[in-house]
């Protein structure tokens, strides 16, 4: 598919933002990257505004995803012309990344979303 056919496909919409923009804003972003074996075809392309693409950079798309729970929110709103395969991949991805990090702050004795206190040389 080409560019503007993607961004047709995806009503001009950037998956990670929701936000409707022209398309000389906009670029195209694969779900697997290139360089980990991912290919040119429609379903694992999805519309990206320059910002968002910006913003995510190289990292790929879970890490970014389950770093920014409101960008992922979108991104599973709006990709909906992605291949299953691929927006399954991301969420797997996503979900062990995020029992990670649970697992790292049970160890450290901290439950999720409870914040630690500063060391003690660094209290006000």
């Not at 080409?2 to 961004?7: A, E, G, T, V």
Request: charge should be positive; charged fraction near 30%; include cysteine.
């Amino acid at each position: 598919m080409q560019r503007d056919d993607i961004f047709a496909r995806d009503g001009y919409r950037c998956v990670f933002c929701g936000q409707v923009f022209p398309a000389e804003e906009l670029t195209v972003d694969h779900l697997q990257a290139r360089s980990r074996g991912g290919d040119r075809s429609g379903g694992n392309l999805v519309t990206a505004c320059g910002g968002c693409n910006a913003r995510k950079g190289r990292q790929p798309l879970a890490r970014f995803l389950a770093a920014e729970p409101e960008t992922y929110t979108n991104f599973r709103r709006h990709a909906v012309h992605a291949w299953k395969r691929h927006v399954q991949a991301v969420e797997e991805e996503v979900r062990r990344m995020a029992q990670s990090v649970e697992r790292g702050a049970q160890r450290k004795g901290v439950r999720a979303g409870e914040r630690q206190p500063p060391p003690p040389g660094n209290r006000p």
